[in-house]
């Protein structure tokens, strides 16, 4: 057995001294090429049946480059579990030579993700009890009237008019090119937009139709943010609006006619089903909200000293690539970098934890788990693409692991849900308890009572 020495350089980076004897070199040297001897072809001599000399000098070169090989795998897998690291990367080696009657040494420096004393999962401040909203009228209602407006009929504007809340506006839009201010490209050309209060794409530019007239042109300068234009690099962007006609939408009544172009016999069925859609969306988006409020309870309740500083930073690099960070203008970089800094920094800190607590409570992601995602995927995809082909897909992108890491997620946040209410039902048992004995203690007779004088 090696001897393997482990030395603390942070929290987050380890060192390795791993050392072989002379002994062992010498052993593993002489096993090896016994194994070399039995298969090998050397001139004049029969498959097995060539010298050991002739062995040693022919093929002694590659078996100390084996035995190095096997001897570094060997000495790092055994200090990694000795150290019960979690590695991320392996970052220095010096690494010796394979001599006969020689010791051989190497050294290793690696990054190891960081653990947190005293894991605290159980006792966050999370309100587990409580429920998604109920679906309310006025949301059912909301749903109708946009199923209104989507088979409305469009018609013109006879009267001589300005353009208001609910109208169809038929407009020609161009927007300044980025590299050529002051030039614009068409962008929209006898494009309805219906004016409604909503956050979608351009919602500045709808809004500024409201009182212009059929004929009307103008340029209007928006912030990007509010345009949500979300592959813009610049602060500012620049329209030129033509108003050409202003319609008006014909909605339909709310009937039984109306309930059987969507597929139900009455409105009451069509109601019903709006009601439970918004159900199960409340519960999805009431889901995800609990489960990032528990992610973020778990690291406020489990701070890392140290995040690793090689990883972290490949990370953020990264991310910067996919940003696009230099191709913004400056004043917009600096604050994008400190963002895309502190949202890596903090999912890292996330994983971090939560792989913790998965290795303590034993989570892990079986394949037949992975199948499973795949098989429920290919459902949705109504049978245009098998489980098979959709995997091979995912393996091409390289998003096989993002596969795993979601399932492991999922089970991590469901067990401590569970054991927050386990917890929370237990709190409440012990204070029935307390109550209880409580309860019993005033029943006793007092100094006053005639308990006390037949006492006496």
Same mark, same amino acid.
């Given at each position: @057995?090696?001897?393997?020495?482990?030395?603390?350089?942070?929290?987050?980076?380890? /060192?390795?001294?791993?050392?072989?004897? %002379?002994?062992?070199?010498?052993? %593993?040297?002489?096993?090896?090429?016994?194994?070399? *001897?039995?298969?090998?072809? $050397?001139?004049?001599?029969?498959?097995?049946?060539?010298?050991?000399?002739?062995?040693?000098?022919?093929?002694?070169?590659?078996?100390?480059?084996?035995? =190095?090989?096997?001897?570094?795998?060997?000495?790092?897998?055994?200090?990694?579990?000795?150290?019960?690291?979690?590695?991320?990367?392996?970052?220095?080696?010096?690494?010796?030579?394979?001599?006969?009657?020689?010791?051989?040494?190497?050294?290793?420096?690696?990054?190891?993700?960081? +653990?947190?004393?005293?894991?605290?999962?159980?006792?966050?401040?999370?309100?587990?009890?409580?429920?998604?909203?109920?679906?309310?009228?006025?949301?059912?209602?909301?749903?109708?009237?946009? @199923?209104?407006?989507?088979?409305?009929?469009?018609?013109?504007?006879? /009267?001589?008019?300005?353009?208001?809340?609910?109208?169809?506006?038929?407009?020609?839009?161009?927007?300044?090119?980025?590299?050529?201010?002051?030039?614009? @490209?068409?962008?929209?050309?006898?494009?309805?937009?219906?004016?409604?209060?909503?956050?979608?794409?351009?919602?500045?530019?709808?809004?500024?139709?409201?009182?212009?007239?059929?004929?009307?042109?103008?340029?209007?300068?928006?912030?990007?943010? =509010?345009?949500?234009?979300?592959?813009?690099?610049?602060?500012?962007?620049?329209?030129?609006?033509?108003?050409?006609?202003?319609?008006?939408?014909?909605?339909?009544?709310?009937d039984e006619e109306f309930a059987k172009r969507f597929g139900f016999e009455k409105v009451e069925s069509l109601k019903n089903y709006i009601k439970e859609m918004l159900k199960r969306e409340k519960e999805k988006t009431f889901q995800e909200e609990l489960t990032r409020e528990i992610l973020d309870a778990l690291i406020t309740a489990n701070p890392v000293e140290e995040l690793p500083e090689v990883t972290t930073k490949e990370y953020i690099e990264e991310e910067y690539k996919k940003a696009g960070i230099d191709t913004?203008?400056?004043?917009?970089?600096?604050?994008? @970098?400190?963002?895309?800094?502190?949202?890596?920094?903090?999912?890292?800190?996330?994983?971090?934890?939560?792989?913790?607590?998965?290795?303590?409570?034993? $989570?892990?992601?079986?394949?037949?788990?992975?199948?499973?995602?795949?098989?429920?995927?290919?459902?949705? *995809?109504?049978?245009?693409?098998?489980?098979?082909?959709?995997? *091979?897909?995912?393996? *091409?992108?390289?998003?096989?692991?993002?596969?795993?890491?979601?399932?492991?997620?999922?089970?991590?946040?469901?067990?401590? +849900?569970?054991?927050?209410?386990?917890?929370?039902?237990?709190?409440?048992?012990?204070?029935?308890?307390?109550?209880?004995?409580?309860?019993?203690?005033?029943?006793?007779?007092?100094?006053?009572?005639?308990?006390?004088?037949?006492?006496?």
């Open positions: @057995m090696p001897e393997i020495n482990l030395k603390d350089i942070s929290p987050t980076k380890k /060192e390795i001294n791993v050392k072989f004897s %002379a002994k062992e070199v010498k052993s %593993a040297i002489d096993e090896s090429l016994k194994e070399v *001897q039995k298969t090998a072809a $050397i001139h004049g001599f029969r498959r097995g049946k060539a010298p050991m000399n002739m062995i040693r000098r022919k093929y002694m070169q590659g078996v100390k480059e084996k035995v =190095k090989e096997d001897f570094f795998e060997k000495g790092y897998v055994d200090a990694v579990v000795k150290g019960e690291w979690r590695v991320l990367k392996l970052i220095n080696t010096e690494v010796g030579d394979i001599e006969e009657g020689k010791e051989f040494s190497f050294t290793a420096e690696v990054e190891i993700a960081p +653990k947190v004393e005293n894991l605290n999962y159980t006792y966050l401040d999370v309100d587990i009890e409580k429920e998604p909203e109920a679906v309310k009228d006025e949301e059912i209602e909301k749903v109708i009237e946009k @199923m209104r407006r989507d088979v409305a009929d469009v018609i013109p504007v006879e /009267e001589d008019r300005e353009v208001k809340s609910g109208d169809v506006v038929n407009v020609n839009i161009a927007v300044e090119k980025k590299d050529a201010p002051g030039e614009f @490209m068409t962008l929209y050309e006898n494009q309805d937009v219906l004016i409604e209060d909503d956050e979608a794409f351009h919602t500045e530019l709808k809004k500024s139709l409201i009182g212009k007239k059929p004929g009307d042109e103008y340029e209007l300068e928006v912030d990007v943010d =509010k345009e949500k234009e979300v592959d813009e690099t610049r602060d500012k962007v620049k329209y030129k609006t033509q108003v050409n006609e202003i319609k008006q939408l014909e909605l339909p009544e709310i913004l203008p400056e004043e917009r970089k600096k604050e994008a @970098m400190e963002k895309i800094e502190e949202n890596v920094r903090k999912g890292l800190r996330e994983t971090f934890i939560v792989l913790q607590v998965a290795e303590k409570e034993n $989570i892990s992601v079986s394949d037949s788990e992975v199948d499973q995602f795949f098989e429920e995927q290919a459902q949705y *995809q109504a049978g245009q693409i098998s489980p098979e082909q959709l995997r *091979q897909l995912y393996a *091409q992108s390289g998003l096989i692991n993002k596969v795993r890491s979601d399932i492991l997620y999922k089970k991590v946040v469901d067990r401590i +849900k569970k054991l927050l209410k386990e917890k929370k039902e237990e709190t409440e048992e012990k204070k029935k308890e307390k109550v209880n004995e409580g309860e019993t203690v005033g029943e006793l007779p007092g100094p006053d009572s005639g308990g006390t004088e037949s006492q006496g």
